[in-house]
């Protein structure tokens, strides 16, 4: 089984940052990629940030500048370095991988850390 948890979420003013984590665990022989979604209420989910393998990144543009995304290989571990947030930006985040593990190629999902943003 692959395990993610997820960590970082809360109340945050505008303007303010956050950072959020996702550290995976299990039967890992190969991690493709990293990313986190969110899905804000009433909204579909969508994505916020992506890093695969070989450490290129995505964003989704109308977050570029704002929110970084970074992987520590040795932990397993996804961050989403949130700055200047905005009321917007309130939303479950959600962290993905993409995995190869001894159940073959594996689409998973964290259990969502809740982010709001206080005008």
């Known amino acids: 089984q692959v395990r993610l948890v997820e960590s970082g979420g809360g109340l945050v003013q505008a303007g303010g940052s956050l950072r959020l984590s996702c550290a995976t665990s299990?039967?890992?022989?190969?991690?493709?990629?990293m990313g986190w979604y969110r899905q804000a209420p009433g909204k579909q989910r969508e994505l916020v940030a992506s890093?695969?393998?070989?450490?290129?990144?995505n964003y989704a543009d109308s977050l570029k500048g704002r929110f970084t995304i970074s992987r520590d290989n040795a932990k397993n571990t996804v961050y989403l370095q949130m700055n200047s947030l905005k009321p917007e930006d309130t939303a479950v985040y959600y962290c993905?991988?993409?995995?190869?593990?001894?159940?073959?190629?594996?689409?998973?999902w964290g259990q969502g850390t809740q982010v709001t943003v206080s005008s």
């Open positions: 890093i695969i393998i070989g450490g290129r990144t």
């Open positions: 993905n991988v993409k995995v190869m593990s001894a159940y073959g190629l594996g689409d998973y």
């Open positions: 299990g039967s890992i022989a190969r991690i493709n990629a």
